[in-house]
């Protein structure tokens, strides 16, 4: 049995990568790895820290009624979030890795860097990017 790793974020991107990875591993009869990684430091404070586990709460549910053999993880490590979703798609031998995108300008992707650009030219496997509606 293979292994779709899928980055979320509680935002419609990550809605979408969520939709898209729970088809994909329907479709490939593949486990589903759920990551949702926090740089952590002083804004991921005890709100914030709540607040994600209670995204993660609904996450664990709609994954429950899917149907699909899955894994959740959420990561506090200081890392960016593609060196969690790359190191993680390389240890578990994944098939495929599902991102999320949203529209961005030019100048946005300049100052903030691109972690989707980063995982497409560095994972392990094929990427699936799909956009947020």
Do not use: W
Not at 53 to 70: F, N, P, T, Y
Request: aromatic share 2%; net charge negative; glycine share 10%.
């Amino acid at each position: 049995m293979g292994t779709v790793v899928v980055g979320y974020v509680p935002k419609p991107e990550g809605e979408a990568a969520l939709a898209a990875g729970i088809s994909e591993a329907k479709l490939r009869g593949a486990t589903l790895v759920v990551v949702n990684s926090h740089r952590g430091g002083q804004d991921f404070d005890g709100a914030r820290a709540a607040a994600a586990e209670d995204d993660m709460s609904a996450i664990k549910q709609k994954l429950e009624e899917s149907g699909v053999e899955h894994d959740v993880r959420q990561l506090v490590r200081g890392f960016e979030p593609a060196e969690d979703l790359i190191s993680i798609a390389e240890a578990n031998d994944a098939e495929l890795l599902v991102i999320g995108l949203r529209r961005r300008s030019p100048v946005g992707k300049l100052i903030l860097g691109s972690n989707a650009q980063r995982v497409l030219l560095d994972a392990p496997c094929p990427v699936l990017a799909v956009k947020a509606q």
